[in-house]
């Protein structure tokens, strides 16, 4: 997992609530990534910046939003307008082309 | 859709045997590939990458291959270990730069003992 913290681990959400995963690094890398995982799935992009105070849809960018107010901090939220939330979430980072992945947080609507 | 897939969903080995983990992928632009290994319930590890001006390359114990012609990628573990057991992903680079990664839905790797 290296230098990339996601918090936390596991989270519980009601319906109609938003919730904030958080994605911090030390790698001092420009560029940072959100993936959704589902069970027996790959994983798809939801956001990317590739520098602070710019971000980009990825390709289910919708029900999500995202700030990066840092080059350490690309946090995710996840409101309650994305109809179907509970999945794995994975941030990355990259140094060119190598992408490195958090330890991820595993998002539960209840 | 997705650009990068067409896979085993499950493959089961012997320890000790060679495992070869195939991916096709569909955009002929892709430059940049990589395979993952991940665990349950953890992030995915880095495994080894290969550019599109190459054809194969090795790292410890395990082999990428590319063949352009037919977009198909492949990842060879010799000998493979116990350790080994998890779902292998390919992904390419979505447009150069740093615009994120395409993956493929996995393969997971099952070893016997």
């Known amino acids: 997992d290296g230098g990339i913290t996601q918090s936390p681990k596991y989270l519980f959400r009601k319906e109609g609530q938003n919730v904030t995963l958080s994605c911090e690094q030390n790698l001092n890398h420009d560029a940072m990534y959100w993936y959704r995982q589902d069970p027996g799935q790959g994983l798809r992009l939801i956001y990317y910046?590739?520098?602070?105070?710019?971000?980009q849809k990825g390709d289910i960018a919708e029900g999500y939003s995202v700030s990066r107010e840092k080059k350490e901090s690309f946090p995710l939220t996840v409101t309650s307008a994305q109809k179907n939330p509970t999945a794995f979430y994975l941030c990355a980072t990259s140094d060119i082309d190598e992408q490195f992945f958090g330890p991820g947080t595993r998002l539960t609507v209840l | 859709g997705e650009s990068v897939g067409l896979h085993l969903p499950t493959l089961s080995v012997q320890e000790g045997d060679n495992s070869i983990i195939n991916c096709a992928y569909s955009n002929s632009a892709s430059d940049y590939f990589i395979w993952y290994k991940q665990e349950s319930g953890k992030g995915p590890q880095f495994i080894i990458d290969i550019r599109s001006n190459m054809d194969k390359r090795q790292g410890q114990r395990v082999t990428v291959l590319l063949n352009k012609t037919v977009k198909h990628l492949s990842l060879q573990i010799a000998a493979t270990q116990p350790g080994d057991s998890a779902v292998y992903f390919c992904?390419?680079?979505?447009?150069?730069?740093?615009?994120?990664?395409?993956f493929g839905k996995g393969t997971h790797l099952i070893i016997q003992p």
């Open positions: 910046s590739q520098i602070v105070n710019d971000f």
């Open positions: 992904a390419e680079n979505r447009g150069g730069g740093a615009d994120g990664l395409t």
